[in-house]
């Protein structure tokens, strides 16, 4: 997974899943009367990662941009795992290599490659069957792949699970996903206006008209609806058949002798971040609630045992949730005008593969929008 985020509170991400999570707002924040009008190329309702990433790579382009969001600002860190092979089979994510160089590109634009730890995600093999896999993916991707027997493992990675050996993922990484939407929003220089909802709209062949919750009105060439799982009820959507998956992490202490631990995937995963451990995640299809549970924490640390034999009763600083977003029948995301439409877009369906998907998606849909591929 990529993206789940932990705030200052348990339950922080509860109040944020409904729209996309992870958002910040704090950038030139907009001061004018409800009733003036305004005028920009490109709107984008929702500032997570598909929205944030848009912003960038629209405002690159040369487009003027503005984004709404319709939560207040997040509070705390996250971790999120870059993890170009996913899985048990360790299968590759699609459009491999340009979705590795988009996210690169992107981390560059936005003068945040100080914000990756990127040397690297340790994937341990869990069994002699799942070892094969493992040694036949490094020989189909020797340019991003190392495979390294258990006593090559053994002395690199101690005391993570090197029983079976495991692959060495070079291009992967972490980083603080809150941060890196801020350091995208910065680098964009957009005005982001935050609690404000797009409440209608009217559309000719010129321009979108949008008015917001606060009565603002604005024209804009082109809508782009970042929703996440703020999306999945809204009924210009409904085409997309997108639903959501409730995930839940955990923070711990780190261990002293884990101190030096590399990002590790498996069955769940386990992400350093500064003097704690990011442990996830739980993949729930059916739930009522989005509270965090005891239950998905016991789950949780019963796979991080697994990677980490030696995590064992770890303090939990805190837990948290939130929803990933996907679209029915595929295993991409949606990036492209709603039915019907050429002016108005939705963007979403990143799933759990966010970090690497929304760069790629976004260059994408900007190329799109300007012109430079056929939409």
């Not at 995208?184 to 062949?205: G, I, M, Y």
């Not at 979108?208 to 603002?216: E, P």
């Amino acid at each position: 997974m990529a993206g789940l985020g932990m705030g200052s509170r348990a339950c922080a991400f509860v109040t944020q899943s409904r729209s996309e999570h992870d958002s910040f707002s704090r950038h030139r924040l907009s001061h004018q009367l409800h009733d003036m009008r305004y005028t920009t190329d490109v709107l984008i309702a929702g500032a997570g990662l598909a929205g944030s990433c848009a912003a960038l790579h629209l405002r690159m382009a040369g487009r003027e941009v503005m984004v709404v969001e319709a939560e207040e600002p997040a509070a705390g860190s996250a971790a999120g795992l870059v993890n170009p092979f996913m899985g048990r089979k360790a299968k590759p994510v699609p459009y491999l290599h340009e979705a590795v160089n988009a996210f690169e590109e992107t981390l560059k634009i936005a003068s945040a490659e100080h914000l990756f730890f990127g040397d690297g995600v340790w994937r341990p093999a869990m069994s002699e069957s799942q070892a094969i896999t493992y040694r036949r993916r490094a020989k189909q991707h020797p340019d991003q792949l190392t495979w390294l027997p258990h006593d090559d493992a053994r002395d690199r990675f101690a005391p993570a699970l090197t029983s079976f050996g495991g692959l060495w993922v070079r291009r992967g990484g972490a980083i603080s996903v809150p941060s890196f939407i801020r350091a995208l929003l910065d680098a964009a220089h957009v005005e982001v206006r935050p609690n404000t909802l797009v409440s209608r709209w009217d559309e000719d062949k010129n321009h979108v008209a949008v008015t917001l919750n606060d009565g603002t009105r604005l024209h804009a060439r082109h809508l782009i609806l970042a929703l996440g799982y703020g999306g999945v009820d809204h009924p210009a959507l409904s085409d997309l058949e997108l639903y959501g998956v409730k995930g839940q992490v955990i923070r711990v202490e780190t261990p002293v002798d884990l101190a030096s631990l590399p990002p590790l995937a498996g069955s769940g995963y386990v992400v350093p971040d500064g003097d704690t451990l990011v442990i996830g995640s739980t993949y729930e299809h059916n739930f009522t609630v989005l509270d965090p549970t005891g239950d998905a924490t016991e789950q949780i640390l019963e796979k991080a045992g697994t990677l980490l034999p030696s995590l064992t009763e770890p303090t939990v600083v805190e837990a948290a949730t939130g929803v990933r977003t996907y679209a029915r029948g595929s295993s991409e995301p949606v990036a492209r005008p709603l039915s019907g439409s050429q002016r108005i877009w939705a963007f979403t369906g990143l799933g759990s593969k966010g970090l690497l998907m929304a760069p790629l998606f976004a260059r994408r849909l900007c190329k799109r929008l300007t012109g430079e591929t056929p939409a």
